[in-house]
């Protein structure tokens, strides 16, 4: 039985997890960000007890088939965003469709209502996020960034970095309080 969870979005929610299924005597095949597959089927009493246990630590069950498809975007979006390193040899419209199986018109459509806001926005937001990461780690400069982000240069990150934040990547880097924002805030 797969479980999709709200909230799940990085690799410290997949522990959380892990412990509470384990806690509430469940056994589990796979754990991925927003969806986790359970061997035991679940009662309804079963499923308010993890629902609960998940509540507990900021996370939340879906059971709404709309919900838990714009999750599904978002975890998409963060997984590549944050966790991969590999470059898309296909424009991020194809990789989502592929990756979910939806067209990605339906998605884009169904994404702006329930969020009000694009995921081309949605994308851009987190790109940002990795790169004020990156800026404080202060290990790489930002022509190493634009490239790692696949920018095509540090002009069109520089631009969208100002567009996001209203400063340049050299003043936010300069800045004693460098603000970031949570994953699941964006």
Known sequence: MILYIKNMVCIRCKT???????????????????????????SVE??????????RSGLELMDDKK?????KIK???????????????????????????YDYTYLANLFSEVQGTTIEKFL????????????VYNELNLTEIAHRMHYSGVAHLSAQFKKVTGLTPSH????KNKRRSMLDEL
């Open 16 to 42: 959380v997890v892990k412990d509470e299924l384990a806690k509430l005597g469940f056994h589990y095949t796979s754990v991925e960000l927003g969806e986790v597959e359970v061997i035991e089927e679940i």
């Open 46 to 55: 079963q499923h308010e007890q993890i629902k609960k246990a998940l509540l």
């Open 67 to 71: 919900s838990i498809l714009i999750q």
């Open 75 to 101: 975890n998409v979006i963060i997984e590549l965003v944050h966790y991969s390193e590999e470059p898309l040899t296909i424009n991020f419209s194809e990789y989502l469709s592929r990756k979910l199986h």
């Open 124 to 135: 851009i937001a987190h790109k940002i996020e990795k790169v004020k990461e990156l800026l």
């Open 172 to 175: 936010f880097k300069q800045l």
